[in-house]
């Protein structure tokens, strides 16, 4: 009696390997390509706001220049002569938060200087009930008559310019 052997049946023709590589493969595929979309719209958004970046620092660049033209002041004068000053007109250009305005004393009723002895400073500001006349002695840009009283007479100059343009900007030196 001879026995012939059949061969054995194979239990799968997909082997297990195979179906635990696909069960851990294929979520990290679909993680890893996530994370790539994901990182590719960051590396695009990055893109755009160093543009964004870029411009609001030329802006920058710009508004410093105009700020440190533009910024306020407060308006004094310092008497360095040895004469005492008035100051019958003055005009000034001012910010009040929301807007540029002017203080005009001439158009201001009760607007009086007090003199500046020879050594004094002042700080000048002005309050009226009329319309445009209070003045808190802010100053963007200048315009004012100073009036030297001296021995041999009087003397008037007129002086106009920005706040801080070529002096202190603390105190305005009238000698």
């Known amino acids: 009696m001879s026995t012939t052997r059949k061969p054995a049946a194979s ?45 609001v620092q030329a802006r920058a660049a710009v508004l410093k220049r105009a700020s440190e033209t533009l910024r306020s002041y407060d308006f004094q004068v310092c008497n360095r002569s040895g004469d005492a000053l008035t100051l019958p007109w003055v005009a000034a250009v001012h910010h009040d938060g929301q807007s540029l305005r002017l203080f005009d004393s001439s158009r201001c009723q009760g607007f009086r200087s007090p003199p500046i002895y020879a050594g004094e400073s002042r700080a000048l500001l002005f309050s009226s009930t009329q319309e445009g006349c209070n003045w808190g002695g802010q100053v963007l840009f200048y315009s004012m008559n100073a009036v030297r009283e001296s021995d041999s007479g009087s003397a008037s100059y007129n002086l106009i310019g920005a706040w801080g343009r070529d002096f202190d900007p603390k105190c305005f030196n009238l000698r």
Do not use: K, N, Q
């Open 11 to 55: 239990r799968s023709t997909f082997p297990i390997a195979i179906a635990v590589a696909l069960v851990v493969v294929l979520p990290l595929f679909v993680y890893t390509t996530r994370l790539g979309i994901s990182w590719r719209a960051s590396s695009a958004r990055l893109v755009e706001l160093e543009r964004e970046a870029a411009s």
